[in-house]
């Protein structure tokens, strides 16, 4: 082994070690423990049966999947429309001197756990909540703001906001200002140097913040859970439910696996527009 | 009418408590090839992007060929610019780059492509539309930018230390093709520099600019010669000024005393007896033993040898003197006692800086 190489094997171990065992051990377990039986006290009886997966596909479960790529596809436009302007004034239009200080204050949020900032729109949303509170003192009729599809992407993209932002930023404090003046120079107004030049150059961001927002938007629990009520079911709550509630792990484990193989191929087919970075859109 | 004419009047352009441009005033005619020069931070780029339109100026004018465009955004103006470091769009071919003013201007694809070959053909790219931009050389590149600008056919083409980037001998050849795409164009030029010698060599005119104004304009040889102020006559290359007292002033000449108590003919005008003033003598000017009314005493120090000529460091008292000699040393030497000489009429008067008018 040369120098370099044993340098890069010693830097490496660590995070390779740890994703080796926890992720893909923790997928190896998920998918023997997918292929087999549910026991009558919730256990697993090892099988070869792609029974769970069949069954993963039925109408019911379906629905699930297609409300949870929906809820998934909404956050990300809307963290995308939401996010890059916000990207874009704190990269080239912000005080340089406030810029350090304005990013920690995207990241702020964060400080915070997730759950409780859950429970903070609950409390702002709910029937008594703060909202309606506000309302009914201007004599207006209180609302139904909590406990439908709209609350869960209320939550789901103020969530994920950061997660865009900070890539997008970093697409966008790269740009040269100089290919801004020289598009507006060749003749192209405003909406054409967002068009052919500010998006295609600032597309690996689009693309690595999207991903950053989707991903975990597909299988997300939190929100969905405590913000959507039981009425909307969404793949997270589902699998949660199976492990904590029906005791059914071969079929939670199923779906769950089926979900990161999706994922992951979807990410695969989609790889050389993903990686086009340079490429313009339309 | 020739397409082209630039006039700015009384424009001024200030980045907070910083006068970038200070009511500058300029007439630039339709075809003409005129040179900002001058040191960075004096103002003559932010000139440059307010006639593109990439800066709006905070008081003042431009009119284009008689008409107001003060306030018309870049996009819409009939100028052009080649940036300083080309700034070509890394995600387009070279084809691409040049392609994208016309395709903003709504040309017909069918068009597109013969004007973009023959735009590459002119600066010597023809067959390289295809490449991505960053597999080009620096000198590639900034001919891009500039196909990518004439193509245009702007009325004004704007250049911006296009050359900078270039190595020297690149510049040389950059130069020359500067000037003969200004002669076969008929386009005006607005060329900004810091590089005297690029400035002497392409423009019409040059007008030199220090902290915000336009210090001295006019031809290349006139500043040449006759370069108004100190800052002017260091920017062109006098090497030699001194800081004199006036002794005595006629129509015809003047006697100057430096500091140090020599006295030195000058056959400048504007002299006034009593004045304190700067003088400034080329180094070419000088000689060492040969004819000329001042003659220096002094000892060689240094010699900075050039190829086709020897430059002279030599101390006279307190002064030193930078003296160019064309050919060899001549058998001279550090040390040896020397007298330099020069005529009365290589001798300028060099007034302070222009003092800069309160924003």
Request: hydrophobic share 50%; glycine share 10%; aromatic share 6%.
């Amino acid at each position: 082994m040369s120098p370099r190489t044993r340098q890069a094997v010693l830097l490496l171990a660590p995070a390779v070690v740890l994703l080796v065992v926890l992720v893909g051990g923790s997928q190896v377990l998920m998918l023997a423990a997918s292929l087999g039986r549910r026991s009558a006290y919730g256990g697993v009886i090892p099988g070869w049966s792609l029974e769970n997966y069949l069954r993963a596909l039925e109408p019911l479960y379906i629905r699930v999947l297609a409300r949870s790529v929906i809820l998934a596809a909404a956050t990300t436009i809307v963290c995308l429309v939401v996010g890059y302007p916000v990207a874009y004034w704190l990269a080239r239009r912000a005080p340089p001197t406030m810029r350090r200080a304005l990013l920690v204050l995207v990241i702020l949020p964060f400080w915070t756990s997730f759950l409780v900032r859950m429970y903070a729109w609950m409390f702002l949303l709910r029937t008594e909540g703060l909202v309606n509170l506000a309302l009914g003192s201007l004599g207006l009729p209180a609302l139904a703001l909590l406990y439908n599809p709209a609350a869960v992407l209320l939550g789901q993209v103020y969530g994920e906001l950061p997660f865009i932002i900070l890539p997008l930023y970093a697409s966008l404090e790269k740009l040269d200002p100089a290919l801004l003046d020289a598009a507006a120079d060749l003749g192209a107004p405003p909406r054409e140097v967002l068009r052919r030049v500010v998006l295609p150059l600032t597309w690996p961001g689009i693309v690595a913040g999207s991903i950053l927002v989707f991903i975990p938007s597909l299988g997300a629990y939190l929100a969905p859970d405590l913000l959507g009520g039981a009425r909307y079911v969404y793949v997270g709550s589902l699998i949660q439910s199976q492990f904590a509630v029906a005791r059914d792990i071969p079929f939670g484990a199923a779906l769950s696996f089926a979900l990161s193989a999706g994922v992951l191929l979807v990410l695969w087919i989609f790889r050389r527009p993903l990686q086009a970075g340079s490429g313009e859109p339309g | 009418m020739a397409r082209g004419a630039v006039s700015l009047r009384a424009v001024s352009k200030s980045f907070g408590a910083v006068a970038a441009v200070r009511e500058v005033s300029l007439e630039v005619a339709a075809g003409e090839f005129l040179t900002l020069l001058g040191p960075s931070g004096c103002g003559k780029t932010t000139l440059l992007r307010m006639i593109a339109g990439l800066e709006s100026p905070d008081r003042g004018r431009l009119l284009l060929d008689g008409r107001d465009v003060t306030d018309d955004p870049p996009h819409r103006r009939p100028v052009n610019t080649v940036f300083q470091h080309y700034a070509l769009f890394p995600h387009r071919t070279v084809a691409g780059n040049v392609a994208f003013g016309l395709e903003m201007a709504g040309r017909p694809r069918g068009e597109i492509g013969p004007l973009v070959e023959r735009a590459l053909e002119m600066v010597r790219l023809a067959g390289l539309g295809a490449r991505r931009v960053d597999q080009l050389s620096g000198g590639q590149r900034q001919r891009v930018a500039l196909a990518r600008a004439v193509v245009l056919e702007p009325e004004v083409l704007l250049l911006d230390e296009p050359m900078s980037a270039l190595d020297r001998k690149l510049r040389e050849e950059m130069r020359a093709e500067v000037k003969s795409l200004h002669r076969r164009l008929g386009t005006t030029f607005v060329f900004v520099t810091h590089d005297q010698e690029e400035a002497l060599a392409l423009s019409d005119r040059v007008a030199v600019m220090n902290d915000g104004v336009i210090e001295q304009m006019g031809s290349p040889a006139e500043l040449y010669d006759v370069p108004r102020t100190r800052f002017v006559a260091e920017f062109l290359a006098v090497r030699n000024i001194l800081p004199v007292e006036v002794q005595s002033a006629d129509g015809a000449a003047a006697v100057v005393r430096t500091d140090n108590g020599l006295l030195l003919r000058s056959s400048a005008s504007g002299f006034v007896p009593g004045e304190r003033v700067w003088v400034g003598v080329r180094p070419e000017r000088l000689r060492l033993e040969g004819p000329g009314e001042n003659r220096v005493a002094g000892v060689l120090e240094d010699r900075l040898f050039l190829g086709d000529r020897s430059e002279w460091r030599v101390r006279a008292g307190a002064d030193v003197l930078t003296v160019s000699e064309p050919g060899t040393s001549n058998g001279r030497k550090p040390g040896d006692a020397v007298t330099v000489t020069f005529e009365a009429t290589a001798l300028l008067r060099l007034e302070p800086s222009r003092p800069a008018t309160a924003p």
